[in-house]
């Protein structure tokens, strides 16, 4: 009571507001235009049309003459060109929802947030960290069967099949997930019964399993009769208490969940066998921005609502896409109001491809503090650093050391990977020019690592 009348502590309060606070934009203000009709592909489609999944996943958009067929005159050739010399060095396949593409800003697609995590443009792309690598988190090496992570003491990862609805620029698992690319072969986990098998071998012979996510590649994309039949099976273990269905689907393609009938009632047959069984099933989704919220998504929430089924949301922080503030309060209100939990902020994984969407750990940190306090802490998600190396998530702050200077972040995972120290590096474009150079010479870099592994402290 004392300390609520000290006068010092009302200024500090008034000091740290954020300057824009009360002029953020309106979490409850979604989108309901026939926004698709601007684009001169489809604007002779209906929305009775558009807003199926059948017209969404047959008009998905796979390479550049599409991309022309339907954006036609509404972007300059030097667009198209910039586009086709991305994709030579992406790691990822191209593919994008109509849905998607009717939501990008057409008049100013270089800061288009949609844009910037679909469609690869070689003017924007920076050359990786010295560090970064292909299956950075080393999920091949945690894989005891092809397709299964089994990392963490009491829950495994599973990646029944590798492809997805849309291909994100920036996927941790571009080694395996989507076709080919100029960049890169990748490891095949195509969805099939007798490597399922091998899988749920392997989960029932581990008692200390009790928790599944299934996710891939994307669960969108399996059949109805494998939602259920993989539910179930896990479901009948009696080692398995709790399994996740992985799908970005929510936030690209919402309306199979509202036109899909069969895949929806697979899904709620799984929840309610598990519910039955005193066993908990549910979905983890993946929205990065508010933008990708519309009435058409508050639909689809609204049959996962009705139908008792509860969804998480994990997003990935991205430079020119949710990595600033208001941004991110926005994306977590607006996840928040149609019942979809946010659960985790991931830092960007170390992979190749994609450096210009990585932010320093101190842009992110200080994301969080703005984030934290500004709704229900169960709406709250955690920022999270999934460790080079495969030290498992670590809450970004929990840090060992970090020098922002050289940009070097150590973290220790004793739970997972006891006595080891796990690295994160900010960016080179974020440093000063001097480290930048540093980082060029091998036995520069070899020194900061080390002086970087042998602190503690820091910041
Ligand atoms: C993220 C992840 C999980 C699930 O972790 P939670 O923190 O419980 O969401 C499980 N296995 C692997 C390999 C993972 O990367
Ligand atoms: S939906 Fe997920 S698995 Fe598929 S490309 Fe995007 S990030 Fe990767």
């Not at 050359?127 to 999920?139: A, I, T």
Request: a neutral charge; one cysteine or more.
């Amino acid at each position: 009571m004392e300390l609520e009348t000290l006068a010092p502590r009302v200024s500090l309060y008034s000091a740290s507001q954020p300057e824009k606070g009360n002029r953020s934009p309106d979490h409850r203000a979604l989108r309901n235009d026939e926004f698709w009709k601007s684009l001169p592909g489809y604007a002779g489609i209906n929305s009775d049309e558009f807003q199926t999944h059948i017209f969404q996943t047959r008009n998905s958009v796979t390479n550049v003459r599409q991309l022309r067929d339907t954006l036609k005159d509404r972007v300059p050739e030097s667009f198209y060109e910039d586009v086709v010399e991305g994709i030579k060095h992406a790691p990822m396949a191209l593919r994008i929802s109509p849905y998607l593409l009717g939501l990008i800003d057409w008049d100013e697609p270089y800061l288009d947030p949609i844009r910037t995590q679909f469609l690869p443009v070689a003017s924007q792309q920076l050359p990786n960290h010295p560090e970064l690598r292909l299956d950075s988190l080393h999920e091949q090496k945690d894989s005891p069967v092809p397709g299964l992570i089994h990392r963490y003491p009491d829950k495994a990862l599973f990646l029944p099949i590798d492809s997805c609805p849309v291909y994100c620029r920036f996927c941790t698992r571009s080694y395996a997930i989507g076709s080919d690319t100029d960049t890169v072969e990748k490891l095949k986990l195509s969805a099939r019964a007798q490597r399922w098998d091998n899988t749920f071998t392997y989960i029932a012979s581990r008692p200390e399993l009790e928790d599944i996510v299934i996710s891939g590649g994307d669960t969108y994309n399996l059949k109805p009769e494998h939602i259920q039949m993989i539910g179930e099976r896990l479901l009948r273990m009696p080692n398995i208490r709790r399994i996740r269905y992985a799908t970005k689907g929510l936030a690209v393609l919402p309306q199979k969940i509202i036109t899909d009938h069969a895949w929806l009632d697979a899904l709620t047959r799984v929840v309610e066998l598990g519910r039955q069984m005193h066993k908990d099933v549910v979905v983890h989704t993946h929205f990065n921005h508010p933008n990708e919220i519309t009435t058409v998504t508050e639909r689809a929430m609204g049959k996962m609502t009705e139908r008792g089924i509860t969804v998480r949301c994990q997003t990935v922080l991205q430079r020119g896409v949710n990595d600033n503030s208001e941004t991110m309060q926005l994306l977590v209100r607006r996840l928040s109001y149609i019942n979809i939990h946010p659960y985790y902020v991931y830092f960007h994984d170390m992979v190749p491809g994609v450096e210009d969407l990585r932010t320093s750990l101190e842009a992110g940190l200080n994301i969080e503090k703005h984030v934290r306090g500004h709704t229900a802490g169960f709406n709250t998600p955690s920022f999270v650093v999934d460790t080079m190396g495969g030290g498992g998530k670590r809450d970004a702050h929990s840090f060992e050391h970090y020098d922002r200077e050289t940009g070097i972040a150590v973290y220790t995972s004793p739970s997972v990977k006891p006595g080891v120290k796990f690295l994160y590096f900010d960016p080179l474009s974020t440093l000063d020019k001097t480290q930048q150079v540093r980082w060029q010479i091998p036995d520069e870099r070899r020194l900061m690592i080390d002086t970087a592994l042998n602190s503690t402290g820091g910041w």
